[in-house]
C-alpha cells in the first residue's frame, strides 16, 4: 500500500491477493468503470491516480498530525450483488513526509475469523521497514567469456582468480527509484577457531567508491545495469594462510533512494554526476546489509602437470623416432650411389 499527496503527485495505490474462487474486491459505495480493481496475477492491484483519487472514494482520514488516507473496499460473497456478510476492509495508507513510499501486500485470508459485517482497518504506507534487496553472486557460464547467468549458493565454492559479478537488486515496487552499493567488505573467517574473523579487506568504501590498492582484482568501480540494479566485477581471492576448508563473507550494504544525487557516487576518479545533499537533508534514503558465506579453492593444475609431462616426453620421442629413420635412410641411398659409381 503506498500513497501520496505533494507536489504534482497524488495517487493511493494497494495490492490485494484473495483467494482464486473469491470475486474481485470493490471499493464500497462507488460506481465508477476507472475505480475498478485490475486483476495482476494471484492478486488485484488498485491505482487512483489525480482525479480518481477524490472521485473513487478516497478520504482524508489523519489523525495526530500525520497525514493519512483511506479507502473503503468491500470483498462480495457473489459477484454484483451486495450482501449483508460482504468483507468490508478500510485501507488506511500513511504517507512519508518527502517522497518515499513502501509497497504492503494485504493477504485477506487473516479477516477470516473476524466478524464479516463489522469493517476492519489495515494500515499501510510508508514505516521504517526493511528495504527488500536482492543481493547474490554470479559466475560465467563454463565457455561463455561473457555472461554470468549461473547464481553461486550460499556457502558454495569458486575457484581462485574466477571472474565474479557481484549484484544488487533493489525492489521496484517498494517506489524506489534509484539504488547503489555502499561499502563492500570481505572477511576470512577460519573454521578451526570457531568462526573467528582472521583478516578483513573492504573493496568498496561507506561511499560505495572502489579501494585503489585492489584493482588487481577489482579493475573498475560498481556500475548500475538500470536504476535499482547495480554491479561489481571482482576476481576470487584468497588471504595468505587461508585453507581450502576456511570462509570468506561478503558483507554487503545497499542504498536506495528517491533522487538520484543521493545515489550518484563521488569518487576520486571522476565518477562525479551530481553533489549529493548533506546526510541531514538525505531523510529519503534507506539502508540495508547482508552478509554473503563463500569458499574458494585452489586450481586444480595437478592433474594436467602429467599429461603435459608424458605428453611433451611422447612428442619428443615421435621427433627423435623420426630424426633416426631419416638419417638410416640418408645412410642406405648414399651407400647404394656409392655401389653404382663402383
Not at 475498478?36 to 488498485?46: E, F, K, V
Not at 571482482?234 to 558483507?251: N, V
Request: hydrophobic letters at 40%; aromatic letters at 8%.
Amino acid at each position: 500500500m503506498s500513497c501520496q499527496d505533494a507536489g504534482d503527485e497524488l495517487f493511493f495505490r494497494a495490492s490485494v491477493k484473495i483467494a482464486k474462487s473469491s470475486a474481485p474486491p470493490v471499493v464500497d459505495n462507488v460506481m465508477g468503470e476507472a475505480c475498478h480493481a485490475i486483476a495482476a496475477g494471484d492478486s488485484y492491484r488498485i491505482n487512483l491516480e489525480r482525479d480518481q483519487f477524490w472521485d473513487c472514494g478516497v478520504v482524508d482520514c489523519s489523525t495526530d498530525g500525520e497525514q493519512s488516507y483511506c479507502l473503503d473496499l468491500r470483498f462480495p460473497l457473489i459477484s454484483g450483488l451486495r450482501l449483508k456478510d460482504d468483507y468490508r476492509v478500510t485501507l488506511r495508507c500513511k504517507t512519508q513526509d518527502r517522497v518515499a513510499y513502501r509497497t504492503k501486500r494485504i493477504n485477506v485470508k487473516t479477516l477470516e475469523a473476524k466478524a464479516r459485517n463489522v469493517p476492519n482497518v489495515l494500515d499501510g504506507g510508508f514505516k521504517n521497514v526493511a528495504l527488500d534487496v536482492d543481493v547474490g553472486l554470479f559466475r560465467k557460464t563454463h565457455g561463455s567469456d561473457n555472461i554470468f547467468d549461473t547464481r553461486i549458493q550460499p556457502g558454495g565454492t569458486v575457484v581462485l582468480g574466477e571472474d565474479i559479478l557481484l549484484r544488487v537488486l533493489v525492489n521496484a515496487d517498494d517506489g524506489w527509484k534509484y539504488s547503489r552499493m555502499g561499502q563492500v567488505t570481505v572477511h576470512y573467517v577460519e573454521v578451526r577457531q570457531q568462526q573467528n574473523v582472521v583478516n578483513s579487506l573492504w573493496i568498496l568504501d561507506k561511499d560505495g567508491c572502489l579501494n585503489a590498492d585492489v584493482r588487481e582484482i577489482c579493475p573498475r568501480e560498481q556500475y548500475a545495469a538500470s536504476p535499482l540494479e547495480s554491479y561489481l566485477l571482482f576476481q576470487a581471492f584468497m588471504f595468505e594462510g587461508m585453507k581450502e576448508t576456511d570462509e570468506i563473507f561478503l558483507t554487503v550494504r545497499a542504498t536506495a533512494c528517491l533522487e538520484l544525487a543521493d545515489c550518484s557516487l563521488d569518487c576520486p576518479a571522476g565518477h562525479v554526476r551530481r553533489a549529493r545533499r548533506s546526510a541531514t537533508d538525505r531523510n529519503n534514503t534507506l539502508e540495508w546489509r547482508d552478509d554473503i558465506a563463500l569458499r574458494v579453492v585452489l586450481p586444480k593444475y595437478g592433474w594436467r602437470a602429467p599429461q603435459s609431462y608424458y605428453l611433451g616426453f611422447f612428442l619428443a620421442a615421435c621427433v627423435l623416432l623420426a630424426l633416426t629413420i631419416a638419417s638410416l635412410w640418408l645412410i642406405k641411398v648414399s651407400s647404394r650411389q656409392r655401389t653404382t659409381r663402383t
